[in-house]
DNA sequence: CTTTCAGCCTGACGGC
DNA sequence: TGCCGTCAGGCTGAAA
């Protein structure tokens, strides 16, 4: 489900409920997630206190006093607390426990996530670029990374070694803002149109943060409250649809697999 | 090295 | 009503 924003927002509304806790009792229900749940996961954080929660790229750290657990939520994850008498739903796969009584629920319909242990660091984070709404991330390093390569823009910033946390969405509308087709070669774009896409992308980012998330499907953040950021999106899923800024139908395209929409007119 | 592409899963939706 | 194909927010590992 998510993106940067939808996890961030997941973050920032189960902190404030988990830190400081002890894990009472940790259940996998279903263990088969896009890699195993670490085996004996529920011995080993069992007792644990939750130190802090940290996110790097779309990837949740939850730090114990030994080790960590890292926490993906793929294309369909969702986590929630719930008093631990709720019912649980199908696909609700993993739930934490905690001697507050609250309980986080890892909801997946797809497994495409994933929740595991190590008190070893996670090979996933070795080789990510940098956070997009840090100064690391500048239209200059697009401009530069992106020299001679003849991959299109769209996929070049959906890259996680370019930079991370840029989903379909906020690519398809970062591009929107920025007047750059999504098929574009991205070594053909001059740092001026990259400084200002850079800029498009912390904006865009940023604001669906400050929303708290794009309701899609199945999301709801950490307090089950839904966020709204669908309704000012201005390309993504309007395929067909009129331009809000020309009026003319959006033409809907497949870059890498994903649908890219966007207008033939206003992106160049 | 760069780029593309299949695959991991379930569920929703549209067409017949 | 059901069956079938297509599509969906991400990421990896292998092939080209």
Redesign the pocket.
């Known amino acids: 489900?998510?993106?940067l924003p939808?996890v961030e927002t997941t973050l920032r509304g189960v902190a404030p409920h988990i830190v400081g806790q002890i894990i009472d009792r940790l259940t996998v229900h279903n263990g088969?997630l896009?890699w195993p749940v670490t085996e004996g996961i529920s011995e080993i954080t069992k007792g644990q206190q939750i130190v802090a929660i940290t996110r790097r790229?779309?990837?949740l750290l939850v730090e114990l006093e030994r080790g960590s657990m890292m926490i993906?939520?793929?294309?369909?994850g969702s986590l929630r607390l719930v008093d631990r008498k709720t019912e649980r739903r199908?696909?609700d796969h993993i739930e934490m426990q905690l001697a507050n009584g609250v309980c986080l629920r890892y909801h997946d319909?797809?497994?495409?996530g994933a929740w595991l242990w190590s008190d070893n660091g996670y090979p996933?984070l070795n080789h990510l670029g940098p956070e997009p709404l840090t100064d690391e991330f500048t239209g200059k390093r697009l401009f530069e990374l992106s020299r001679?390569?003849?991959?299109?823009v769209k996929?070049?910033i959906?890259d996680?070694q370019t930079v991370?946390?840029v989903?379909?969405?906020y690519a398809s509308e970062a591009l929107f803002r920025g007047a750059i087709r999504p098929d574009r070669q991205?070594?053909r774009i001059s740092l001026q149109r990259y400084e200002l896409l850079a800029g498009h992308i912390k904006d865009v980012l940023a604001s669906a943060i400050a929303q708290g998330?794009?309701?899609?499907?199945?999301?709801v953040n950490g307090n089950g409250e839904p966020g709204y950021f669908q309704q000012t999106l201005m390309v993504?899923g309007r395929g067909g649809q009129p331009c809000v800024h020309c009026g003319k139908a959006l033409k809907d395209i497949?870059l890498?697999?994903?649908?890219s929409v966007f207008c033939l007119t206003c992106q160049r």
């Open positions: 489900m998510p993106e939808e088969s896009r790229a779309k990837y993906h939520l793929g294309m369909s199908k696909h319909p797809r497994r495409f996933q001679k390569r003849k991959i299109a996929p070049f959906m996680n991370v946390g989903g379909n969405i991205a070594g998330g794009t309701t899609l499907r199945d999301f993504y497949r890498g697999q994903r649908s």
